[in-house]
């Protein structure tokens, strides 16, 4: 089996473990077996393989989240990004403590939209629009609907649920939008943040021409004409905007038989360009799949990707760019800031925890129960 090898300084085909490496993983190893149920380890698809290992599981950051509220731990060690430990927190009970091991590790794309941007641009748009606010329209009126995908602070969630929206996630967003165009009345809208791809993607999926659809930058003069169906926020993902028409070409070009599948957090003209688009999970599952002997171009972070190679020795599954490097705040994971966070737990200490604010999980949670609703 074969795999583009990434020019980047991290060799993800090479999963052997230096001593200290293997010194720390026998350490963690040892700290979750002494804590036994109290612990449980979360892993994003994202994480490199040195962290999957020691999850209880493996997922998306909505199954995760899901997941962990299911479970009777008390400690929750979420491998991912903060947003995703803030959703966690958000399902779990009071008893349980979601702890992310390093704090810095953000996400670029949730970091583009602010609480106080998106009030300014809410209040802008009602008044470029006239649509109303759906928390305090009249019968009959057209509304402003907002919708936030997953990947997005806790303070937007809030909003959503305190303004008549709701939260996405990319295997939902279709039928999420079609449960606020429902809600939002023949002339209504949505306000779509902060990934610009993922709406324009869903719009265009659903039949909306590029024409009714308007991007706000935050900071700058916008100015969003009427009879606009969907506000698509300036967003975007750091590492699938790195994927390109011309990539798909080449590999097609290598591989005529070849197979190419993308994240729909990819720009427009790369979603149309590929064979097939969907979220973590349902490229996991086209994977699984295709044909012995495919070579498939996948276009998402190159940790799941190398490990979708491995998984399948029958297939050839190579990333979409052979440049690309992981998720740079993803990455921010390393073995030891997992066992920095276990051995103080296990000393007594609570380090690193997340906690969103009471008044922050009323509104967030209306709006992800809205989403839960939904029958997909
Ligand atoms: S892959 Fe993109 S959306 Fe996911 S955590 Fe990294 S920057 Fe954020």
Not at 21 to 41: H, N, S, T, V
Not at 281 to 301: C, D, K, L, N
Request: charged share 20%; with cysteine.
């Amino acid at each position: 089996m074969t795999m583009s090898l990434p020019m980047c300084a991290i060799d993800f085909t090479n999963d052997t473990m230096g001593p200290e490496e293997e010194a720390i993983a026998d350490r963690i190893a040892q700290l979750k077996k002494e804590m036994g149920e109290d612990l449980l380890i979360l892993g994003h698809h994202y994480q490199r393989d040195q962290i999957v290992m020691h999850a209880d599981l493996l997922g998306d950051s909505f199954l995760l989240s899901e997941l962990a509220a299911k479970s009777n731990a008390k400690n929750i060690v979420f491998c991912g990004v903060h947003f995703m430990a803030e959703s966690a927190d958000i399902l779990t009970s009071d008893e349980q403590r979601v702890i992310l091991p390093n704090m810095r590790a953000g996400c670029s794309m949730a970091d583009m939209a602010a609480l106080f941007e998106v009030e300014t641009a809410w209040e802008q748009i009602l008044d470029q629009t006239g649509l109303s606010d759906p928390a305090t329209a009249k019968k009959g009126e057209s509304c402003l609907i907002p919708v936030t995908y997953m990947n997005s602070a806790a303070e937007l969630k809030d909003f959503c649920g305190r303004h008549g929206g709701i939260v996405c996630t990319s295997s939902n967003a279709s039928g999420i939008l079609q449960w606020a165009y429902d809600r939002a009345g023949p002339n209504g809208a949505v306000l779509f943040f902060p990934d610009q791809h993922l709406g324009r993607n869903t719009g265009v999926s659903m039949g909306i021409p590029l024409d009714k659809m308007a991007v706000w930058t935050p900071g700058e003069e916008n100015d969003i004409p009427n009879g606009v169906k969907i506000v698509l926020w300036h967003g975007f993902c750091s590492v699938h905007k790195r994927f390109t028409v011309a990539q798909i070409d080449a590999f097609r070009e290598e591989h005529p038989n070849g197979v190419v599948v993308v994240h729909p957090e990819c720009p427009l003209e790369v979603v149309q360009a590929a064979d097939a688009n969907g979220s973590t999970e349902y490229i996991r599952r086209f994977v699984a799949s295709q044909e012995p002997g495919t070579h498939i171009a996948v276009g998402t972070e190159i940790n799941m990707v190398a490990r979708l190679n491995a998984q399948h020795e029958d297939l050839e599954v190579q990333c979409l760019e052979p440049t690309v490097c992981p998720c740079s705040t993803m990455y921010m994971i390393h073995p030891a800031y997992v066992l920095d966070v276990l051995e103080r737990l296990s000393d007594g200490e609570i380090p690193n925890q997340v906690v969103v604010e009471k008044s922050v999980q009323i509104g967030a949670k209306i709006a992800l129960e809205r989403m839960l609703s939904i029958k997909q």
